[in-house]
């Protein structure tokens, strides 16, 4: 029987549910921070434990066990060395700005070293922690949920007072995405949250003015660059971090020369100063960094010292730069303002997290508020309800002598004074202290300041600008409180010192490119033969390339392609058939010839390449690839020149999709396709119908192929340059047609029918080919034959005129490929 209670169910289907299931708990319930508290749910589960044992700053430490231990049982059932670790990290003030934790024992140092178990180390609450987190969780501010087995309820969120997510940062890594928030300087926090309680609206750039940057707890420099704008405007970025280093005389003792030292004091954020000072003794083992007799680690108590000793005839500024330059003396944090807002990942501005923080305390306050009033109304029924009874002294004296028990005393206080229940209790336990005089003047004076404070507080309710007024005043007194001096020192003109650090990055390519494009010839041209050989020519050599000649057919594949200026600004552009583009690397080519092969960067040279197109700086331009499944794609001009010298894929194609032809085109251009059942569709291309995509799209569905048809080849022009184009046919024949003639046709457009060109019935042997007309071609056939036709030989073809056998071929003899000479 058991067998009935199975349930088929498909394997990826159960895969793809438990795995999302996982992942929403990795992100929810681990990972990341609540946008609100700044908090994960293990560091809250932390601070509400040890709220709860009531280790308040003014309370003696208590072991980390204990606090381990409360954490796994009541609210955390995972490992204790992953609470361990949370609180650990709580403590270290080279971790966190502003530390929530206090320690007491060996918690870690910034060398890496790591802290001592838990039964050694002891901890509390910090101040900060307990009057801007914990101080009003018990006022009713946030809503609590039971805990893992319900026997305990825990806070969802803690009722910060400060936005702590911004302030200490946070960094976490759950499925599919990750947090990396560097901390900030509470005094800018607190200044740029009040400005936006005056100004919600404020722009994101006078924000950025109160915020300029990160502020670490290991201080160092940061280089105020684009990265930080990005970081605040985007929420994602990378921020530029250095260290601070000088240069001082070293005296290394008695009978020794002095030596120039560079004296480091600070790291930047999260850099190990041991692993630095080892990964820069292997660097200068290894010789790629000289000139440095010693390293020595002088740190003490009083503050991080590495002391790197010069030797005599070496520069100290430039080994500075080197030190800047090669090792993590700076280096970049790769900052992402993500957290979650309302129970979702967000990628946050800078502005949106401030604001996200901003409408929780309000909430906070209005819920602090109304707990706050509900207990002077309580209080205040309590004190009317007693003021009434001493006014009635006799009576009251009487009726509880009179009453057999305290019901009956209570029910008869109740009618004839006529007070509630709760008052009637109230008079009932009031102790005869109360009967003095100076104790009747009391209860006035509380009444009185109950009703001072309930008014106070139903103004809070009923007019938000007292709500904010109030808001403001508790962000000052925290921040005269907690507020420290900066220890980050910021940079101007991050975004060039990065640019001028880049460039030493990659001195020899650009150093070794100048200088080949020097040794070439001046006034050179580049020539790239149809075998893909490539040389750079004299002027005066131009007539040996018979460029205007007709080549009859042979097996010699010597014809010139393209032939362009040869100087600094000439691009030329690989493209495979696979989808990867590269610029040809043609100016260390010499005097020398050089197939294309070894011109092209690591990544290609097993390639096919399908083209090489000359590109000029014009970013109005796009690249059009046309792909065998009759997708076309425009890339922009602008991120092929960004590829710089290497190889990058700009086409994500599907299995066995080749790309078979690419061209330059801008919009209005018309392009001319051709199939191999004798199909010509010219579309225009503009942004709607052939927008320009990113790297990895597949580009727009443009023709539908029938069975066995495939596309032949494509081209593009411009009306008022080029009216006239010439359609070939595998068999040789060919006819010029003017452009203006052909219809334009729509996206998956059946086109107009030119099987008549051709006399071959089969489809594998039959295709036809587009090219231009006014610039010669290279004609290659299934044999290895090659020929060259001159711009005269194909001006003279008339309009409209059928030439059969154009090319002449021998028997089986098909044309395969037909190329436009670029000159």
Not at 518 to 525: S, V
Not at 798 to 812: A, D, H, M, V
Request: glycine share 6%; hydrophobic share 35%; aromatic share 4%.
């Amino acid at each position: 029987m058991a067998g009935e209670r199975l349930n088929s169910i498909s394997l990826h289907q159960e895969m793809q549910r438990s795995y999302l299931e996982y992942a929403m708990s990795v992100i929810v319930g681990r990972a990341l921070p609540d946008a609100r508290d700044g908090l994960k749910p293990v560091q809250r589960r932390i601070l509400f434990a040890m709220h709860e044992l009531g280790l308040t700053p003014d309370r003696p430490f208590k072991k980390c066990a204990r606090v381990v231990g409360d954490v796994l049982g009541k609210y955390h059932p995972h490992g204790d060395q992953a609470v361990y670790d949370a609180l650990v990290r709580l403590v270290q003030d080279f971790t966190c700005k502003h530390p929530i934790l206090d320690g007491h024992g060996n918690f870690g140092s910034i060398d890496d070293d790591p802290p001592a178990a838990m039964r050694y180390t002891e901890t509390r609450l910090a101040e900060i922690s307990s009057e801007s987190i914990l101080k009003e969780i018990d006022e009713e501010t946030v809503d609590f949920s039971p805990n893992f087995d319900g026997s305990q309820q825990e806070p969802n969120v803690l009722p910060a007072q400060l936005p702590f997510l911004i302030l200490n940062g946070c960094s976490g890594i759950a499925v599919g995405m990750a947090t990396s928030i560097p901390p900030h300087n509470l005094n800018e926090v607190v200044n740029g949250l009040l400005e936006l309680i005056k100004n919600p609206d404020m722009p994101e750039e006078s924000l950025i003015k109160l915020i300029p940057g990160p502020d670490f707890p290991t201080g160092g420099e940061i280089l105020l660059s684009s990265g930080i704008r990005e970081t605040y405007t985007k929420g994602k970025g990378s921020i530029v971090m250095r260290g601070i280093a000088h240069i001082e005389e070293v005296n290394p003792g008695k009978g020794k020369h002095k030596r120039n030292g560079i004296v480091i004091t600070e790291l930047p954020y999260q850099i190990s100063k041991s692993g630095w000072i080892e990964k820069l003794a292997e660097q200068v083992n290894d010789g790629k960094i000289t000139g440095i007799a010693d390293i020595r680690d002088e740190s003490d108590r009083t503050g991080m010292r590495i002391l790197i000793e010069i030797r005599r005839d070496s520069d100290p500024e430039k080994i500075l730069k080197e030190l800047y330059r090669k090792t993590n003396l700076q280096c970049n944090y790769g900052a992402i303002l993500l957290a979650l807002v309302n129970g979702q990942p967000v990628q946050l501005s800078l502005k949106r997290l401030l604001i996200n923080f901003l409408e929780f305390r309000e909430s906070t306050i209005v819920r602090r508020t109304n707990n706050s009033l509900r207990k002077i109304l309580k209080r205040l029924e309590i004190i009317e309800g007693l003021i009434k009874a001493l006014k009635n002294l006799r009576l009251v004296i009487n009726t509880i002598e009179e009453a057999k028990d305290v019901s009956i005393a209570k029910n008869n206080l109740m009618i004839k004074l006529k007070i509630n229940e709760k008052q009637a209790d109230g008079v009932l336990s009031m102790p005869l202290r109360r009967l003095t005089g100076l104790e009747k003047q009391s209860l006035y004076s509380e009444l009185e300041e109950l009703k001072v404070s309930k008014k106070d507080l139903e103004l809070i309710l009923k007019n938000r600008n007292e709500l904010l007024k109030l808001m403001s005043l508790e962000f000052k007194e925290l921040k005269k409180r907690f507020g420290q001096k900066r220890k980050s020192k910021l940079i101007k003109g991050g975004d060039q010192l990065i640019a001028e650090r880049n460039a030493n990055l990659r001195p020899n390519k650009e150093l070794q490119r100048k200088q080949a494009l020097e040794a070439l010839p001046k006034d050179g041209l580049l020539a790239i033969q149809n075998n893909n050989v490539v040389r750079v020519i004299n002027r005066k050599s131009i007539h040996k390339l018979k460029l205007d000649e007709n080549i009859p057919l042979s097996k010699e594949n010597f014809q010139t392609k393209i032939l362009i200026e040869a100087n600094d600004k000439t691009k030329i552009l690989a493209i495979t058939v696979n989808g990867k583009v590269a610029l040809l690397r043609w100016e260390f080519i010499g005097l020398k010839t050089s197939e294309v092969t070894n011109l092209v960067p690591t990544g290609l040279e097993e390639e096919k390449i399908l083209k090489l197109i000359p590109i000029t700086e014009n970013k109005n331009q796009s690249l059009g690839l046309l792909t065998s499944d009759g997708r076309f794609k425009r890339i922009s001009i602008k991120e092929i020149l960004e590829i710089s010298s290497r190889s990058s894929t700009i086409l994500k194609l599907k299995e066995k999709v080749k790309v078979i032809s690419a061209i330059l085109c801008d919009d209005n251009d018309d392009l001319f396709i051709t199939t191999s059942i004798g199909r010509l569709l010219k579309i225009k291309i503009n942004e709607n119908d052939l927008p320009i995509t990113g790297k990895l799209a597949q580009g727009a569905h443009i023709i539908s192929l029938f069975p066995s048809e495939s596309i032949g080849s494509c081209y593009t022009s411009k009306q008022s340059i080029e009216n006239k184009i010439i359609i070939m046919s595998s068999d040789g024949n060919c006819i010029k047609i003017k452009t203006d003639l052909i219809r334009n046709c729509e996206k998956g457009d059946i086109g107009i029918m030119l099987s008549s060109i051709s006399h071959i019935k089969e489809f594998k042997d039959k295709q036809l080919f587009v090219f231009n007309s006014n610039s010669g071609c290279i004609i290659k056939t299934n044999m290895e034959n090659y020929t060259q036709i001159s711009k005269d030989e194909l001006v003279k073809i008339q309009s409209n005129e059928f030439n059969r056998k154009f090319i002449p071929l021998i028997e089986g003899e098909v044309i395969d490929n037909i190329k436009n000479i670029i000159v």
